[in-house]
């Protein structure tokens, strides 16, 4: 799989720009071993302007690694 495997992104403007947020959501193997969801926690990595997102997510999520 690609270097953002897993990272979910949700688009949205704000003042005429565009902004992004990545996130990985719960996976669909912990939802399939019968975790009740009843308080969602979501991991968010960036919020930003599109431009340079994806590389900067990309450096961000193989620092932290």
């Given at each position: 799989m690609g270097d953002l495997?897993?990272?979910w992104v949700?688009?949205?403007k704000?003042?005429?720009q565009e902004y992004l947020i990545?996130?990985?959501p719960p996976t669909l193997g912990a939802r399939r071993q019968g975790v009740n969801v009843e308080l969602l926690i979501i991991d968010?990595?960036?919020v930003g302007s599109h431009e340079n997102f994806y590389?900067?997510?990309k450096r961000y999520l193989k620092s932290e690694g």
């Open positions: 495997a897993g990272i949700y688009k949205f704000f003042n005429r990545a996130y990985r968010f990595y960036q590389d900067e997510l």
